[in-house]
């Protein structure tokens, strides 16, 4: 089993199920994709946020699941 992200055509993230249990696999139980535009965080807070990025947005065509039966 694995999990693969990908934006724009590229790998983002790649997860795989190494039997190691429901400690390091939680993806057996139901669970929702949350998308998140996350503005300022620790170097905001640090260093300012540039105020000339904004307003930004996600656009998101699509999002698609594959599941084995």
Wanted: with cysteine; proline share 4%; glycine share 12%.
């Amino acid at each position: 089993q694995n999990i693969t992200t990908y934006v724009d055509g590229q790998v983002q993230l790649s997860y795989d199920n190494k039997g190691k249990g429901r400690s390091d696999w939680p993806y057996d139980d139901p669970f929702y994709v949350i998308l998140n535009l996350a503005w300022g965080g620790d170097w905001g807070g640090a260093m300012g946020v540039d105020e000339s990025a904004l307003p930004c947005t996600m656009e998101v065509d699509y999002v698609r699941v594959f599941q084995k039966k």
